[in-house]
């Protein structure tokens, strides 16, 4: 057999191998999203069944094409937007203050053991309160404006953000850092260089739990003092009893953080990949 047949018969095997990882993988996903699926799915069923059957009034349980209506209406008027806008720049001023000033205390009590013996015990007290229980005080203090929104989200981001910075800052290996004073690295280089690669996986850890908890602080919070939000369409839909409506405000609710939280977790793996890929 001549080289050419060879070259040309092995070509496709190896193609071949090459594919069948990746029809693997996307079996693998394709299975995990079904199973994902099945409870969704059964809890819709039962809330069908529950209000065809009339097991609960409807002005209790609305029955899901009702509720599908409502839904449609409020995305074809731009109001379920509006109010998910409102709290969508909220959450993001909040959370770039909590996120800045909790990645510059972590990094502060990471790489000094003096700034963390003498602030890690009033930190740790303070992270114990629930946000819930700043707002009385807060609100005597800062009003029911947005700046006391501002503050309440920035607070939730603020103490994951902190102590993940921290403990991904002592985490890093001390060979590491000896490499970078070989190198005669200056601290700012050492840092940058170093520090702060080694501990990206715990940064983006105290992100995406800043993140979660920021978004349910601000829906605590305009469930508390607000006009505009999504919490506030909670209580606003309860109030007048259209419970059509708080299921909706609960959905949107449900489905921003879970799309946060899933862009958070993409943004992390292209970030590894981009990584390895550089040291490679």
Do not use: C
Request: aromatic residues 8%; charged residues 15%; positive net charge.
């Amino acid at each position: 057999m001549s080289t050419a047949s060879k070259s040309v018969s092995v070509a496709p095997a190896s193609a071949q191998l090459r594919r069948a990882p990746r029809k693997l993988l996307n079996r693998r996903a394709l299975d995990r999203f079904g199973i994902a699926l099945i409870v969704p799915l059964g809890l819709l069923l039962a809330w069908w069944i529950a209000s065809s059957q009339g097991w609960l009034p409807e002005q209790i349980l609305p029955s899901p094409a009702y509720v599908s209506s409502t839904a449609l209406e409020m995305v074809t008027s731009g109001e379920i937007f509006y109010h998910a806008g409102a709290s969508l720049q909220r959450v993001v001023i909040g959370f770039l203050f909590g996120a800045a000033a909790g990645l510059t205390l972590g990094m502060a009590m990471g790489l000094s053991r003096r700034v963390d013996d003498y602030v890690r015990p009033l930190f740790l007290a303070f992270a114990q309160i629930p946000t819930l229980g700043w707002i009385p005080l807060l609100m005597l203090i800062f009003g029911i404006g947005e700046a006391l929104k501002i503050i309440v989200i920035a607070k939730g981001a603020l103490v994951p953000m902190t102590i993940n910075t921290a403990a991904g800052i002592r985490a890093v290996p001390a060979s590491l850092v000896e490499v970078g004073h070989a190198l005669r690295f200056s601290r700012l280089q050492t840092l940058r260089l170093i520090v702060l690669p080694g501990a990206a996986p715990s940064l983006f850890t105290g992100i995406r739990y800043g993140l979660t908890h920021s978004w349910t602080a601000l829906v605590a919070v305009e469930l508390l003092a607000s006009s505009e939000g999504l919490g506030y369409l909670l209580v606003w839909g309860r109030q007048m009893f259209w419970l059509d409506v708080v299921i909706v405000a609960m959905v949107a609710v449900g489905a921003i953080g879970f799309l946060m939280d899933k862009g958070l977790d993409a943004s992390e793996i292209l970030v590894q990949r981009w990584k390895q890929g550089e040291d490679s």
